[in-house]
């Protein structure tokens, strides 16, 4: 991706990465989906933590923009452009930023139902319909109220709205090839 990019382009970005994730889980055995290689997470882990970032977004993407401008105030900075966005992040990365540092969104947290009798397939429903969330909400937004709106990221601080889009494409894309890593 390049440059900025309109609400509806952000939708079909956002739909892609969705289900790219969903395949890929998809296509690992059970008995490779909580596998561990060294260091890296399992695929179930990395898909657990992205369902812990794209559900608190697709949550506040939910809200009304005076309850979201409340809570968070309108946007104190113009868009950055995705590349800009992803820079920023990166740095954050660089300077040693880790998930794992962030006990709210590491995969250790994910709470499964009692009842729940396969793991991969109710992560990969519990990924899709956080998606499917995100995806309804940000229909919902006028497209200037992107740049006009704001939540706070665990790493790069307050990002416009459009922002913390760029953000979970650039984040579910990262972790997309972990998974198809941890599966191979």
Not at 67 to 82: E, G, I, N, V, W
Not at 113 to 142: C, F, G, H, V
Not at 169 to 181: E, M, V
Request: glycine share 4%.
């Amino acid at each position: 991706m390049q440059g900025t990019y309109t609400a509806t382009e952000l939708g079909a970005q956002l739909r892609q990465i969705r289900q790219a994730v969903a395949d890929s889980a998809q296509a690992i055995s059970a008995e490779h989906f909580d596998r561990r290689s060294g260091e890296n997470w399992s695929a179930a882990e990395y898909l657990a933590h992205l369902i812990l970032s794209v559900k608190p977004f697709a949550k506040a993407m939910s809200l009304p923009p005076e309850r979201m401008a409340a809570l968070f105030s309108q946007a104190d900075h113009p868009s950055r452009t995705y590349p800009d966005l992803v820079a920023a992040y990166e740095a954050r990365l660089a300077e040693g930023v880790r998930a794992e540092d962030m006990p709210n969104v590491t995969p250790v947290n994910y709470r499964f139902p009692e009842d729940m009798t396969d793991k991969q397939a109710y992560l990969i429903d519990t990924w899709l319909e956080s998606n499917d969330r995100l995806l309804a909400a940000l229909d919902a937004w006028a497209e200037a109220d992107l740049d006009a709106y704001q939540l706070p990221h665990p790493a790069v601080g307050m990002l416009t709205l459009r922002e913390m889009c760029y953000f979970t494409i650039h984040h579910n894309t990262l972790h997309w090839r972990d998974i198809q890593a941890a599966g191979a």
